[in-house]
């Protein structure tokens, strides 16, 4: 297709209305390399409810039926599209899933823009952008930032905090007795310049500051929905930090509140969602427009659903199409390649083994990286029990300085010298082992905690499958623990158990994100395993009838067979009378 004509046919889309003009024309040239034409028979699809969305398109010939499936399983009939109709402008600006299926009716001709390919070439023309026409929604879309810890197949919704009026409730008062204690001030020191200004100093100092810090800790407090969960990170200036999360799929219901009249007055309120758990709360407290969140993760719920259950059809589609030979096999398992073993010198093995006893490592991977091992980190532990290590430093210093000086020393006094450095070191070396003895782990299917003691005095083990976790949540609960990033996970089931809390680990954030992951990994796992079984049932109840209706057609056959020669016989009495 020829550039005029491409230019002309984007002319006509609501999207460049305003690029009518020549220097519109102009701009979309620019998108004619990156325009691509294809062609679909009757029975093909542009694309599939629940998939990533990432090309826009224009009808050029041909006729697309729009369907979607809603939670409950039933096809809903949307509208038939033809030319000039388009489709995935969401998807072109910001990335999302389908909400919809088009199943081409007629043969169809149709120009389409890829995403990653049209957003170079809209982020690097200034004028491209100025003009071209978005709705509201998708501007505002547009706006929602995206955090580092989502995944790739994870788009934001809706990132907020708090509405202003809990900052201003909560320093007005401070406000007032400042400017009540300026005008007194004033009243008694006008006269005195220089002693109003250090009276002013000094009330206006810590004044000032609390406000800044009530401001920074009311910007850090936010709340994030996105496709497929609604997380609440909150941090408290550099003293503490706490990401918490829920999955869509573990939302029960959502109780909207606006307490007081200036929340009905100023539109904000609280949003409690409530999951099968019960220690970690993903509330959303004093967020403006609460009723409009509630509808925006309510309609979250429903598409995540509905997705699921075309995961689940596909799946079982995919399955019987392996089956009945119509899908070519997966390709058979490779195992990775055995890395070859490291050579071990003594010194190295010595060296090894007293930094694995002092200083062990906090994140231990198996070779195929399936299973990870988190340890408590060295660092609290030390802290945690420095008052006997200084002791211990006191004694052995204390003696080394005294020692010397008798001549000859008291065999007594280095017996009890002796006997305290050995107490006290036994001491120390139970509190390294008791605190290095514990140990979280995670597979594919499970999470495990490992309380023991040292000497095999004790041991207790915890686990619980991932399709269980309902809310994960990390705390850095220092400035100590902020600086030298290790802190809490805190993991909570639908189970009896409740709670399993990886306490002082190295990078809890990545932690937590790795925990987040292989949930929801397992999850898709445990639907395609579903999926499978109620296929195979399918299957057996097909071959089950194909069996019987088979039986029963010999049987008719036989029964046909068997009394053909007395029909006969009839039939030539019948003639002959």
């Given amino acids: 297709m020829k550039p005029q004509e491409i230019v002309e046919i984007l002319q006509t889309v609501p999207l460049f209305a305003d690029f009518d003009d020549e220097s519109g024309e102009r701009e979309l040239y620019y998108l004619v390399p990156i325009v691509h034409e294809a062609t679909y028979e009757v029975g093909d699809r542009l694309f599939v409810q629940g998939e990533p969305s990432d090309y826009f398109y224009v009808i050029l010939e041909g006729r697309v039926r729009l369907t979607r499936v809603d939670r409950e399983g039933g096809t809903v009939h949307l509208r038939d599209a033809g030319p000039g109709d388009t489709f995935g402008v969401t998807g072109l600006f910001v990335g999302d899933f389908h909400d919809a299926t088009a199943e081409v009716l007629t043969d169809t001709r149709v120009l389409y823009l890829e995403r990653n390919e049209f957003m170079q070439v809209f982020q690097s023309r200034a004028r ?57 001030l004033y009243f008694f020191f006008h006269e005195a310049p220089l002693v109003f200004l250090a009276a002013f100093l000094l009330v206006g100092t810590p004044v000032f500051g609390f406000v800044i810090w009530e401001w920074v800790d009311w910007r850090d407090d936010r709340y994030v929905v996105t496709t497929q969960r609604v997380v609440h990170l909150e941090r408290e200036g550099p003293l503490r930090e706490t990401f918490e999360e829920t999955s869509l799929d573990n939302i029960q ?94 010194l190295s093995l010595v060296v090894g083994t007293v930094r694995d006893f002092f200083f062990p490592q906090s994140w231990t991977q198996s070779e195929d990286g399936s299973t990870i091992i988190w340890r408590r980190y060295w660092l609290p532990g030390f802290m945690r029990y420095i008052l006997l290590y200084l002791i ?186």
């Fill in 392 to 577: 211990w430093v006191v004694i052995t210093v204390a003696a080394l300085l005294f020692f010397p000086h008798l001549d000859p020393p008291e065999m007594w006094m280095i017996a009890i010298w002796l006997l305290a450095e050995a107490l006290i070191f036994g001491a120390i070396l139970w509190e390294i082992e008791d605190w290095r003895n514990d140990y979280f782990e995670i597979t594919p299917s499970r999470i495990i905690v490992v309380d023991r003691k040292p000497f095999l005095l004790s041991e207790s083990r915890r686990e619980t499958t991932l399709d269980r976790i309902q809310n994960i949540s990390f705390d850095k609960p220092s400035f100590w623990a902020r600086l030298f990033r290790y802190g809490n996970v805190l993991v909570e089931t639908a189970g009896t158990t409740g709670r399993f809390e990886l306490k002082w680990i190295r990078y809890p954030d990545k932690a937590q994100a790795e925990i987040s992951r292989r949930q929801r990994e397992y999850t898709m796992q445990q639907r395609t395993r579903e999926a499978q079984r109620r296929q195979e049932e399918l299957l057996s109840w097909f071959a089950t009838y194909d069996d019987l209706r088979e039986k029963g057609l010999l049987k008719g056959q036989g029964h046909a067979a068997a009394s053909s020669p007395a029909d006969e016989e009839d039939t030539e009495d019948t003639v002959g009378g």
């Fill in 128 to 184: 491209l952008r100025r003009r071209i026409k978005l709705d509201p929604q998708i501007v505002k879309r547009r706006h929602v930032p995206r955090a580092e810890w989502m995944r790739d197949d994870e788009w934001p919704i809706f990132v907020g905090r708090r509405h202003w009026a809990h900052l201003f409730r909560s320093i007005f008062l401070p406000l007032c007795l400042f400017a009540l204690l300026t005008a007194a």
């Fill in 253 to 346: 219901d959502i109780h909207e509140m606006r307490p007081t009249f200036s929340a009905n007055l100023l539109d904000f309120g609280d949003l409690v969602l409530q999951t099968a758990g019960e220690t970690v709360h993903i509330d959303m407290h004093g967020i403006p427009r609460p009723s409009e969140v509630r509808e925006m993760i309510f309609r979250e719920v429903e598409r995540n659903r509905a997705r699921q259950l075309l995961q689940v059809r596909g799946a079982i589609r995919d399955v019987m199409e392996r089956r009945l030979g119509l899908a070519e096999p997966p390709p058979p398992y490779e195992p990775p390649e055995a890395a070859s073993p490291r050579r071990l010198t003594i």
